[in-house]
């Protein structure tokens, strides 16, 4: 019998967004641990308040929560390894590396560019925040939907992630920081 470690849990739950793979982690970290790293990181618009299809603690009115702009210092400080070492930040980049999720960033930019990204549904929201890999001018991308319908909102991620992208190759070297 082969058993899952961390790093296959925190792969399954980014790569196919399973929330079996997320609760599981959250049993094994511990909520408040997890959300004493969250601040501790300065991510203040980011709480985790209940576990994932919770449907009793959604109907109780706690959400989950996260912004754009924490999404992307979160994302920031895993390129640049601040919230672990190196190698561990390598690790998550990797993983997300692999999100198997085609719509939103990655269905309008390039296959040869790579992305790692997370994306995320539920109700009328769709996600997808990552770092696009340009070459010599790579960057992160947040964008957050919400309303209309799920085509609609997966639509206008890839649209939003293909202009980004299409502004900052045609920059050629210009690099932004």
């Known amino acids: 019998m082969k058993w899952l ?3 296959d849990a925190a792969t399954i739950m980014i790569s196919v967004s399973d929330n079996v793979a997320a609760n599981l982690l959250i049993d094994l970290l ?3 641990k997890i959300q004493q790293a969250i601040r501790s990181w300065g991510l203040t618009d980011t709480k985790l308040q209940r576990k994932m299809m919770d449907l009793e603690s959604v109907a109780q009115g706690r959400a989950n929560l996260l912004s754009p702009y924490d999404m992307m210092v979160a994302l920031e400080k895993i390129a640049d390894a601040e919230i672990l070492d190196r190698n561990s930040c390598e690790i998550i980049l990797d993983i997300l590396s692999r999100t198997e999720f085609l719509p939103g960033l990655r269905i309008q930019i390039p296959e040869n560019i790579v992305i790692q990204h997370k994306t995320g549904d539920i109700a009328d929201v769709c996600n997808d925040v990552g770092i696009v890999r340009i070459p010599g001018n790579p960057f992160i991308i947040c964008v957050m939907t919400k309303g209309a319908s799920v085509a609609e909102r ?3 991620i890839g649209e939003v992630g293909k202009a980004f992208y299409d502004h900052l190759t045609s ?3 210009k690099r932004i920081e």
């Open 154 to 156: 997966w639509k206008t």
């Open 171 to 173: 920059m050629g070297e």
């Open 5 to 7: 470690t961390l790093k």
């Open 30 to 32: 511990g909520m408040e």
